[in-house]
């Protein structure tokens, strides 16, 4: 008798009605939470690409000012470059970064980490006094001081983060960028605009 209450007590499994209520309850959380996860996700990459552009600008300008040379002057290409995809151009004056970050052997030619990770902005891998950033003891006034970064990444999108460094030279007023093409990939800011365009995230050296 007592073997007969036992089972009569003994849980069963959720029937079909149940399963599809439970179903239906979690799909309706995943459609209400997926565009608010969605958009803490772009929040996040915006708010990361904005902080490399701010580093790296920052790593600049300490590269300036410790060597008293212009990354503009130190190399032949009109653009320096990061790691990743060459972004799309969508306006004016980008046109030749593509050939500029892309071409060559061995470390990607014209890289930002050339100029900032270690001494080698003529791309030889080799320091040479004469085409590369002055050496020497902590006597004299201007050299290069690096590493200023450890590592350049990719943007939050896999294109490369991208300098105008043509305008970077001793003389010139034209606008300087740091910039990431944004979620769409597309360089919609001038390299002559005073502000930004569309989704493109940058900071302006000068």
């Given amino acids: 008798m007592n073997d007969l209450k036992t089972l009569r007590r003994a849980p069963h499994g959720f029937t ?5 209520v439970i179903l239906a309850v979690i799909s309706i959380l995943v459609a209400i939470l997926t ?3 969605l958009k803490y996700i772009d929040e996040a990459r915006g708010d990361r690409a904005g ?3 701010k580093n790296i600008s920052a790593m600049l300008n300490d590269l300036i000012k410790d060597t008293g040379q212009y990354p503009g002057s130190m190399t032949s290409s009109s653009f320096i470059c990061g790691p990743g ?3 799309t151009v969508g306006s004016s004056g980008w046109a030749a970064n593509s050939a500029a970050c892309t071409s060559g052997t061995g470390n ?3 890289s930002l980490a050339n100029h900032l990770t270690v001494n080698d902005p003529n791309e030889n891998g080799t320091v040479n006094s004469t085409s590369d950033y002055r050496t020497g003891g902590s ?5 290069w001081k690096g590493p200023y970064i450890t590592n350049i990444s990719e943007d939050p999108w896999g294109n490369a983060y991208e300098v105008n460094v043509s305008t970077l030279t001793a003389g010139s007023t034209s606008a300087t960028w740091v910039i990431s093409a944004g ?5 919609d800011t001038s390299t002559s605009a005073s502000s930004l ?3 493109d995230i940058g900071v302006r050296i000068k």
């Fill in 35 to 37: 565009p608010t996860v």
């Fill in 51 to 53: 902080a490399d552009v």
């Fill in 139 to 143: 006597t004299v006034k201007f050299r």
């Fill in 197 to 199: 365009s569309s989704d």
């Fill in 16 to 20: 079909l009605v149940e399963i599809i």
């Fill in 108 to 110: 990607q030619t014209n």
């Fill in 85 to 87: 995809s060459i972004a």
């Fill in 183 to 187: 979620p769409n990939g597309t360089l």
